[in-house]
T-cell receptor, first 115, second 115 residues
């Protein structure tokens, strides 16, 4: 069974540039999460979906970040006009259909550096 | 609001000894799930073990076990007979039983196992 796939693995930007991250969850997993992990910190939730619906995007900086999952499978996280403070690893995770006890399966992450 | 706190930034132990990593959490829910994940040097995050709030018995998987102290809102991870390959960052996470909550993570504890 294929795991969670993310691309690209690395991205280096100048401030003000845009970038998109792509995630392909495990087949059959209806729930998909995007976490931001700054260096030496724990993963911090940005947004998560159940199928194509956004369940919680309250931590997503809405002025510059956006996330979609149009067909309930793959997802894209986009940063418009990146800032140095966005430097972090962006993690995608998926989990099987509800319940809450289901564990998360993480992708390898995209390491973003904003210069 | 849910909150997870890991106060130990780093721990160093000798191989084949036992180590305990601390985690305390805050929640208003009577039903919740507690998880420990491991992040290796490559950045890969994998699930280790879970404790359901309604279960009194401490979970055990292989050489991982939990010390669940519900009145203290505490969930410690115990690793017995540590191995060099246990060196990693360990994250505690909590998910409330509410269907619309995503897991929240602590800041992590870096474990170094020395020969």
């Amino acid at each position: 069974e294929a795991g969670v796939t993310q691309s690209p693995r690395y991205a280096v930007l100048q401030e003000g540039q845009a970038v998109s991250f792509w995630c392909d969850p495990i087949s059959g997993h209806d729930t998909l999460y995007w976490y931001q992990q700054p260096r030496d910190q724990g993963p911090q939730l940005l947004v998560y979906f159940r199928d194509e619906a956004v369940i919680d995007n309250s931590q997503l900086p809405s002025d510059r970040f956006s996330a979609v999952r149009p067909k309930g499978t793959n997802s894209t996280l986009k940063i418009q006009s990146a800032k140095q403070g966005d430097t972090a690893t962006y993690l995608c995770a998926s989990s099987p259909p509800w319940g809450g006890q289901n564990t998360l399966y993480f992708g390898a992450g995209t390491r973003l550096s904003v210069l | 609001a849910q909150k997870v706190t890991q106060t130990q930034t780093s721990i160093s132990v000798m191989e084949k000894t036992t180590v305990t990593m601390d985690c305390v959490y805050e929640t208003q829910d009577s039903s919740y799930f507690l998880f420990w994940y491991k992040q290796t040097a490559s950045g890969e995050i994998v699930f280790l073990i879970r404790q359901d709030s309604y279960k009194k018995e401490n979970a055990t998987v292989g050489h991982y076990s939990l010390n669940f102290q519900k009145p203290k809102s505490s969930i410690g991870l115990i690793i017995t007979a540590t191995q060099i390959e246990d060196s990693a960052v360990y994250f505690c996470a909590m998910r409330e039983g509410n269907n619309n909550n995503a897991p929240r993570f602590g800041a992590g504890t870096k474990l170094s196992v020395k020969p």
